[in-house]
């Protein structure tokens, strides 16, 4: 399985590095998206992360199970986020770019809080929700101390987790101070 593993990030370095060379790997709305991860207190590497492993900058993508724009958030989930920022407008607004990366910002801040900063388990959490990371951080197979994971018995959460570790390594080297 280790090997498996091994093999399945080389592949994804190797794919990222290919992507990079070809002009993909770039970040769209970048004023707003720093703008907002300093209002939230996020680091703008690990908003650049997601939204890459997202939605590849696509504003309006979409996905099967109903998430839209850059972050991704399903229409439960923006509504909930644009109720507790104060205007429960702006969830029909969630393609727009500027609202989505508000709400999704909102929304990665909250999680990173409820899980005591923990990334592995907030970044769970935005892909298979709450309620199974809180389910996981219980069972000694994926959390050793009920805190943090080490893993994720979904394997898509758990590549997903790996993926955006490794975007926002590439991120922090290519767009650092």
């Known amino acids: 399985m280790k090997k498996?593993?091994?093999?399945?990030?080389?592949?994804?370095?190797?794919?990222?590095?290919f992507s990079f060379l070809l002009g993909k790997i770039e970040v769209k709305y970048k004023e707003?998206?720093?703008?907002?991860?300093?209002?939230?207190?996020?680091?703008?590497?690990?908003?650049y992360a997601l939204i890459k492993?997202?939605?590849?900058?696509?504003?309006?993508?979409?996905?099967?199970?109903?998430?839209?724009?850059l972050m991704q958030l399903t229409e439960d989930t923006a509504l909930w986020c644009a109720e507790k920022?104060?205007?429960?407008?702006?969830?029909?607004?969630?393609?727009?770019?500027?609202?989505?990366?508000?709400?999704?910002?909102?929304?990665?801040?909250?999680?990173?809080?409820k899980y005591g900063g923990e990334e592995t388990s907030a970044l769970a959490a935005y892909n298979a929700g709450s309620g199974n990371v809180d389910e996981w951080l219980s069972d000694s197979?994926?959390?050793?101390?009920?805190?943090s994971l080490t893993g994720a018995p979904f394997p898509e959460t758990d590549n997903y987790i790996k993926k955006i570790a490794i975007y926002k390594k590439l991120y922090t080297l290519l767009y650092g101070e």
């Open 53 to 69: 492993a997202e939605s590849g900058f696509d504003p309006y993508a979409e996905s099967v199970k109903g998430a839209s724009g």
């Open 32 to 47: 707003e998206i720093d703008k907002t991860a300093e209002e939230y207190s996020l680091d703008r590497f690990l908003v």
């Open 141 to 147: 197979a994926y959390s050793p101390d009920g805190k």
């Open 85 to 113: 920022v104060g205007d429960k407008n702006l969830a029909a607004e969630v393609t727009n770019p500027e609202v989505n990366i508000r709400l999704g910002c909102f929304y990665l801040r909250y999680l990173l809080d």
């Open 4 to 17: 498996v593993l091994r093999l399945f990030i080389a592949i994804l370095i190797i794919a990222v590095a």
